[in-house]
């Protein structure tokens, strides 16, 4: 049976290391909604790192953003729908994992834009983007789409296993970095919660959902998809839990599948 709803992670699964999107992929993807198909970009990028993704795939449809925490309409370019970690839960959050990383620094993404501790080592923020920089109690003062929190000498998976055991559920710890970056957003908040939100909306069940990712981010989206396939370049743990694979997408490999679904 042909999928009712696509739903694909963006960098390291259709988006190059370059930052593009191939041909054949946007070919694809405009197929598949010409069918009637309904395709939700889910990610990690805030709203500001959307607009090149709109302009590229058509300005259409909607996009998951903030790992779960913002719903984005790529035609008008506006956040539609919010669920933001409140300001008490995301500073006990910080204090704990100060308490136990006193190295941590700290970043914070809002609708308002990003600031950051002065300790924090932004990778992919232009200076435009700044909007603060001061302690995380004088940053983080309205509720945030992601907390970000910053070790330099953790590895990612090292960082999010010492997180979790502090933070315990009043939080949702993952990563997407290659870094020691964590993304923190509200307890229960994930890329799957909000696909099943839009997904519901429409009368869409979770078997007719296909989905495509590549990092620890991604997984509970992979679980909860009826068919999940993991990029072949994608975090061992995105490997382990899944039994399909695609190429990477400088080999367009997202596209290359979306051609055989829906060529039926």
Same mark, same amino acid.
């Given at each position: 049976q042909r999928p009712r709803l696509v739903a694909t992670d963006l960098d390291g699964t259709i988006v190059t290391g370059s930052g593009e999107i191939g041909d054949r992929t946007v070919a694809a993807l405009q197929a598949v909604e010409a069918?009637? &198909?309904? &395709? /939700?970009?889910?990610?990690?990028?805030? $709203?500001?790192?959307?607009?090149? @993704?709109?302009?590229?795939?058509?300005h259409t449809g909607l996009a998951v953003c903030a790992n779960g925490a913002l719903l984005y309409d790529l035609h008008t370019e506006s956040v539609v729908e919010t669920f933001p970690l409140s300001v008490d839960a995301g500073?006990?959050?910080?204090? %704990?994992? %100060?308490?136990?990383? $006193?190295?941590i620094a700290f970043a914070v993404e809002s609708l308002e834009g990003f600031a950051h501790e002065s300790a924090y080592r932004p990778r992919w923020v232009s200076p435009d983007d700044v909007h603060r920089i001061a302690d995380v109690e004088e940053i983080f003062d309205r509720p945030a789409t992601k907390l970000l929190a910053r070790h330099e000498q953790l590895g990612p998976d090292e960082l999010l296993a010492a997180?979790?055991?502090?933070?315990?559920?009043?939080?949702?710890?993952t990563h997407s970095s290659t870094s020691g970056l964590l993304e923190i957003s509200a307890a229960g908040v994930s890329k799957a919660t909000t696909l099943a939100?839009?997904?519901?909306? %429409?009368? @869409?069940?979770?078997?007719? /959902?296909?989905?495509?990712?590549?990092?620890?981010?991604?997984?509970?989206?992979?679980?909860?998809?009826?068919?999940?396939?993991?990029v072949k370049t994608a975090h061992p743990d995105v490997l382990d839990a899944v039994d399909l694979v695609v190429d990477p997408p400088e080999r367009d490999g997202v596209a290359q599948?979306?051609?055989?679904?829906?060529s039926r």
């Open positions: 069918l009637g &198909v309904p &395709v /939700v970009f889910v990610t990690g990028r805030p $709203p500001r790192w959307m607009g090149q @993704i709109a302009a590229r795939t058509g500073l006990e959050v910080a204090r %704990r994992l %100060r308490a136990a990383l $006193p190295d997180a979790r055991g502090v933070v315990g559920d009043l939080a949702t710890l939100r839009v997904c519901a909306e %429409r009368g @869409i069940d979770a078997a007719d /959902v296909v989905a495509f990712g590549d990092m620890p981010n991604d997984l509970p989206m992979l679980a909860w998809a009826g068919r999940a396939y993991a599948e979306l051609e055989r679904l829906f």
